[in-house]
């Protein structure tokens, strides 16, 4: 179960444990900081370690973007290796362009790791109502992947 006082909502919280314990197959786990305290950043406080029986099977990646007047809540999981296991988004608060959480949409970045890039309408879909969502969800995409490969570079990860 989520435990972190920056995504304190529980409709989040749930949707999240749901989708690490779908994806994972597990149905016990914790949640660490995947970087240690000396290496402090934004986005490392949003990067957390997913481990089961004692051992780390991968990373979530929880994280916001703008859409066209508010924002959505995501989460991004990766294996231990770094690839994209699945995209979700846990929370969409607009009228329109809420199929940017379509499994189908959302399903052209599973498979893909830290050495990929995306670019709209190139190698990610377009969506007709959503182009802002689209736009920045790609982008924070490609912020996280950007993130990992330092990260693992820097031999932190």
Request: proline share 1%.
């Amino acid at each position: 179960m989520l435990i972190n006082s920056s995504f304190a909502f529980s409709q989040i919280n749930k949707k999240a444990d749901k989708e690490i314990k779908k994806v994972f197959s597990i149905e016990n786990y914790q949640l660490e900081r995947a970087i240690n305290q000396n290496f402090e950043d934004f986005l490392s406080k949003r990067l957390l370690s997913i481990i089961s029986d004692n051992q780390k099977i991968g990373y979530a990646y929880l994280g916001t973007a703008p859409s066209q007047t508010k924002y959505f809540d995501y989460l991004v999981l990766f294996d231990d290796n770094l690839v994209i296991q699945s995209i979700k988004i846990l929370v969409y608060r607009e009228d329109y362009g809420g199929e940017i959480g379509s499994k189908r949409w959302l399903s052209q970045f599973k498979g893909k790791s830290f050495i990929e890039r995306f670019k709209y309408r190139k190698n990610i879909a377009a969506i007709s109502g959503a182009t802002i969502s689209v736009n920045s969800l790609t982008d924070a995409v490609n912020d996280i992947l950007t993130y990992l490969t330092s990260l693992k570079n820097q031999g932190v990860i």
